[in-house]
């Protein structure tokens, strides 16, 4: 949960900072110092604190059949294993 969030929050940040195209301003005293917190509060300023989770559910459908059966196939090879070792 923490990783997603954290992921969001960076590629918003990456986002953000690739389509401003800081680096046409003339004068580089207008430019400031690039804060993970400035960034943040910008986000949440022009697209709400849900603009952090745009894309999640799309990224959970993605993810959970791999995971689900990961973890199914773990439990079931291990339990197999098991009954190998002990019965010989």
């Known amino acids: 949960m923490f990783a997603e969030l954290l992921y969001s929050v960076l590629f918003h940040l990456w986002f953000h900072d690739l389509v401003e195209v800081q680096g046409m301003h003339s004068d580089v005293a207008t ?11 910008r986000i949440i300023n022009e697209e709400g604190f849900r603009a952090f989770w745009k894309g999640n559910l799309v990224t959970i459908a993605y993810c959970l059949p791999y ?13 197999v294993s098991q009954i190998i070792v002990f019965s010989a």
């Open 67 to 79: 995971s689900s059966v990961n973890f199914y196939a773990y439990g079931h090879y291990k339990n």
């Open 31 to 41: 430019l400031k110092k690039a804060s993970i917190w400035r960034k943040a509060s």
